[in-house]
């Protein structure tokens, strides 16, 4: 055996090692740039209790607004918020939405439901999504 078949053999073991390990670190990169980039809500469900609140982070570049919908299928009157503002009320039995412009940085947005005007226990369905 001579020294360059030796060489050739340890370089392609070499390159063979890099090839692996680049593909590796390039699929978890492109895994985590994929999550980090999740800064818009489109999420639904039902809750019932006494007070539903959830935050997300948001940014302009998944949607200019963010709408919260609401269906009261409980018995007691809902008061629904985005932060604390586009404050609206909804009867049992009835639905509808409120909006929200979302600023060019990302930032918190809470989206709140409390019964109203004497507490309770309340029963809604809900849809929180960013658009255009």
Not at 1 to 16: C, E, R
Not at 20 to 37: L, P, R, Y
Not at 43 to 53: A, I
Not at 93 to 114: C, D, M, Q, R, T
């Amino acid at each position: 055996m001579n020294l360059k078949s030796v060489f050739k053999g340890i370089v392609s073991f070499a390159l063979v090692v890099c090839l692996i390990a680049g593909t590796s670190i390039i699929s978890a990169f492109a895994k985590s740039t994929e999550s980090s980039s999740k800064d818009y809500a489109d999420k639904s469900g039902s809750y019932s209790g006494t007070e539903f609140q959830a935050t997300y982070p948001l940014k302009k570049s998944n949607g200019a607004k963010v709408n919260f919908w609401i269906k009261n299928t409980g018995n007691v009157s809902v008061r629904i918020t985005i932060n604390g503002d586009q404050k609206r009320t909804l009867a049992p039995g009835k639905n509808g939405h409120i909006s929200a412009p979302v600023g060019f940085l990302s930032s918190e947005y809470k989206f709140k439901v409390v019964p109203t005007p004497n507490g309770g226990k309340i029963s809604i369905d809900y849809r929180i999504a960013q658009r255009d």
